[in-house]
Structures are given as C-alpha cells and as structure tokens.
C-alpha cells in the first residue's frame, strides 16, 4: 500500500463514514480498484476505525465528558440506592438511550457478522446496498418535522434506531443514513437527532474495531507500512471532522436527497459492473 493509496483510503473512511454514503462500500470498492488484498490491511481499518473516533470525540467532547461524569454518579445513585433517576437527569437518560440503542446492532453484528461478511465476496449487493440508502435519505428528507427531543424520546425509539443501525452493517447501506432515518421515522428533532446518530456511533465504530483486532492481529503487519498508514488514519480523523460539520448543517437544511442521487448512481453504475464487467 502506498501513501496515496492510505490517503484516499483515509478520506474516502473519513468522509463516507459520517456523510450517508456508506464508508463500508466505498472501501471496498476502493480496495478492488487498488487490488489491495483485506487480510493485509487488517490493522489499517481498525486505525481508520480509531481516526474517525477521534473526529466525534472532537465534535461531541462536551456531550461525551458529561456522559462520562453522569455514569460516574450513576453507579453511585445505584449503589446507595436512589435508583436511575431519569426523569430527574437528562444526560443520564441519554447515556440509557445509547446503551439501549447499541444492543440491537451488538446482537445483529454477532450473530450476523459471517452472513454480511459473506456478502462482501460480489460487488452486487454493495450496488444494492447503496440504492437502498438512496430511497432511505429520501424518506428521511420527508420526516423530522417533529420537535420531539430527549426529554420525549423514549426506549422503543433508542431500539428501533439501533436495530436500524444493525441493518446497515449489510455492504452499501450508510450507518449514518439508516440511523438517522430511524430517528426521524421517530419524529425525533432533526438536530437532535444527528447529535443522537453520532454519539451512537461511538460504540458502534469503537465495537466493530475490537472485533476486528483479533484477525488483524492473526494476520500480523508488515512494518513498512507505518507510515502510510499513520497518514491514513490522520487524513480519516481530520476528514470525518469535516463530514460530521457537513452532516449537521445538511441535514438541518433538508439536502439530503443530494446524496439520494450520488449514491444512486454509484450503486447502479457498481451493479451494472458487476453484472457485465466483472
């Protein structure tokens, strides 16, 4: 893998990882154009996982440090018996919705993890994958009228969006897309719902990276490939900063049909490949 190659792979994570496009399909797609074997850059996804980590960590810290501080002082309310207290702790109850919402897509992405592995052997259901996420940003374009936030938000919600966000673990369909429509099916507020899409992410991206260390370890790494791939998960950090404030504003502003076409063309242009091409 060269540096060039690490840069686009970081980009293309960064940006598609937090814009609706599918980070997932793009590289896949990237890595047969490349011809880059999977099994030699194992460890090289799971830093492109940590860099787009840090690009939320940066947007969200505040959210994040409040979470962090409210679990504290849950575990204590639990232990002197005052109980969870949601009503009376806004943050508290976000950081329930957010386990709640992870349980879903953990189960899915277990139990499932071979069947969406196995999809990855033909560039067809990526194709398919994308035009689904076409027709899911344009749904949501429709919805998100609602000026339901957390104080309204309630567990069958936080399940719902996690259970849409297990589905996106298929090839082609976007992360980010799918939970964000689940949220607006929710009749969630549309900026809080992205904030909620994001901060889910967390445990989402930091999970699927942990279950990736045991194979990319297995497959060990070639040491002269450091720098490239440092470059790749710095370029991924720095794009998925900009994707997540391109996100917010897109989705505030109602555009995101312009990503329903993109992802349309991509996905007819890969399946027509597929089909004829390949």
Same mark, same amino acid.
């Given at each position: 893998m060269t540096y060039l190659e690490a840069i686009v792979l970081g980009l293309v994570q960064g940006l598609a990882e937090f814009l609706p496009i599918s980070s997932s399909g793009h590289l896949a797609l990237l890595q047969q154009f490349f011809g880059i074997r999977e099994d030699n850059v194992l460890l090289f996804a799971v830093l492109l996982h940590v860099g787009t980590l840090i690009s939320v960590f940066i947007v969200y810290w505040k959210d994040i440090w409040e979470l962090i501080v409210e679990l504290l002082l849950t575990i204590k309310d639990l232990c002197s018996g005052k109980g969870l207290r949601l009503d009376e702790r806004p943050v508290r109850k976000l950081g329930v919705l957010i386990i709640v919402a992870t349980v879903p897509t953990g189960i899915i992405g277990i139990l499932g993890g071979d069947f969406f592995d196995s999809l990855y052997n033909s560039i067809i259901p990526i194709g +398919? *994958?994308?035009?689904i996420t076409g027709f899911l940003l344009i749904l949501a374009e429709r919805m998100g009228t609602s000026r339901r936030?957390?104080?309204k938000m309630n567990f069958r919600n936080a399940f719902f969006i996690g259970l849409v966000q297990g589905i996106a673990i298929c090839p082609g369909i976007s992360r980010s897309g799918s939970t964000l429509f689940g949220s607006l099916v929710c009749n969630l507020e549309r900026s809080f719902a992205v904030k909620f899409v994001f901060l889910i992410s967390i445990p989402s991206i930091l999970g699927s990276a942990v279950l990736e260390i045991p194979d990319a370890l297995e497959a060990g790494f070639d040491m002269s490939l450091l720098g490239p791939v440092l470059v790749g998960m710095a370029v991924a950090a720095v794009s998925g900063l900009i994707a997540i404030k391109t996100m917010i504003k897109i989705v505030s502003d109602k555009k995101l049909s312009y990503f329903s076409y993109y992802v349309w063309? +991509? *996905?007819?242009?890969?399946?027509?490949?597929g089909i004829f091409g390949a």
């Open positions: +398919v *994958g994308l035009i936030g957390l104080e063309i +991509v *996905g007819a242009a890969v399946i027509l490949y």
